[in-house]
């Protein structure tokens, strides 16, 4: 009975309490660390919550803009005449030089026309025996000695003796080759001895009158369409004479100093290319531009109380162009965009959006609808 009562006394050995608290110790630390942490990771939580991006806005304001679509062209002199002989013959003569300029009526070339005159000599000769036949008809048929029909009959061989003559003495004049216009005297192929004649492969040379020059150059047929359309908005008849003023960027790059008049519309669609010729007229008094050249033409459109979207502020969803818009509580949400025309870096929008509103301009690629920012005017 004392051994059973004995084992339920409290044990108050200094030893069994030293175990005891060694034992505790460690879960009071880790309980305490354990603590510690939860209110750390809070505390953190608390500071990784994402704070509203600070990001560039711009005002939207109406206003009025040009822009230019650019065209290919092939530059022409007013008139390029080629120069072909009328007859056949050796070249005799030049008179002139390549890339001289000329008048009209100016000689070109002579060419050799030795044979040509020994015909010439044998038609005459026989014009004067036919002349004679006819002088010795008269007398006869006026004594009624011969019949009228011999007469006439002599007359019509000495008509047609002149007739050759004259075809002769046509072609010594065609051996002489003279500028049909003033211009500017191309390639000179054929050289002093060579035999030209009309069926030859290329011409003696070519005359070109630089004084004006026609740019020529093609548009889709849209964009022939947005061009009448915009100038029956404004009023004016669809013609050539209404057309805008064009700029003609020369193939160095540089703009040259006169605008050009687009003076020809073909309405006639390429039904293979779907697009259509146009040719812009520019007078050329300094003879800078030359025949043959290219260059690009630049055709202005204006389009009027529109907005101007730099591409940068936008963002594309399924195909559509967005901007975000700021609400006056700092959050943004997107608008879609009527866009009418482009440029390089912008849009034109005429239509989405009220003037006076306020739209993001960087970081739009990041924003959601609903996003809260911090607006930094520009």
């Keep these: 009975m004392s051994n059973l009562s004995n084992s339920h006394k409290p044990n108050n050995n200094p030893n069994n309490l030293s175990l005891f608290m060694k034992t505790i110790k460690p879960i009071l630390v880790a309980t305490a660390v354990l603590l510690l942490m939860s209110c750390g990771g809070k505390n953190q939580q608390q500071a990784a919550a994402p704070q509203a991006p600070s990001l560039k806005v711009s005002t939207l304001k109406k206003q009025d803009i040009t822009i230019y679509n650019s065209y290919s062209t092939n530059i022409q002199g007013v008139q390029n ?27 070109l070339f002579k060419l050799e026309t030795q ?14 025996v036919a002349q004679v036949e006819v002088d010795k008809l008269v007398p006869l048929v006026e004594k009624n000695i011969i019949s009228q029909v011999q007469l006439e009959t002599a007359k019509a061989q000495l008509e047609q003796a002149k007739s050759n003559y004259n075809s002769i003495a046509a072609n010594i004049g065609y051996s002489n080759i003279v500028s049909p216009v003033n211009g500017y005297i191309g390639g000179i192929p ?35 369409l947005q061009m009448k359309s915009e100038m029956a908005d404004k009023g004016a008849p669809v013609s050539s004479e209404n057309t805008p003023e064009v700029e003609l960027v020369m193939v160095n790059g540089e703009t040259y100093p006169q605008k050009g008049k687009i003076a020809m519309v073909n309405n006639i669609i390429n039904p293979t290319t779907g697009s259509v010729t146009l040719r812009a007229d520019f007078n050329n008094p300094n003879r800078l531009l030359s025949s043959g050249s290219t260059g690009t033409i630049k055709v ?7 907005f101007v979207i730099p591409q940068f502020a936008t963002v594309d969803l399924q195909g559509t162009k967005m901007v975000f818009v700021l609400n006056d509580d700092n959050t943004v949400n997107t608008k879609p965009l009527n866009i009418v025309a482009q440029t390089d870096k912008e849009f034109i929008v005429n239509e989405g959006l009220k003037e006076g509103s306020t739209i993001v301009t960087e970081g739009v690629s990041k924003l959601k609808d609903g996003q809260t920012i911090k607006p930094i005017k520009q």
């Design 190 to 224: 054929y050289k002093v001895g060579a035999l030209v004649s009309s069926t030859m492969g290329e011409p003696l040379t070519v005359v070109s009158d630089i004084s004006s020059i026609r740019a020529y150059f093609s548009m889709t047929e849209k964009q022939l």
């Design 300 to 306: 202005p459109s204006t389009y009027e109380d529109t």
């Design 81 to 107: 005449v080629e120069i072909w002989p009328k007859v056949s013959g050796f070249v005799q003569k030049i008179y002139v030089e390549e890339g001289q300029q000329v008048k009209k009526g100016q000689s």
């Design 115 to 128: 044979t040509l005159s020994q015909d010439a000599e044998a038609a005459k000769a026989a014009v004067n």
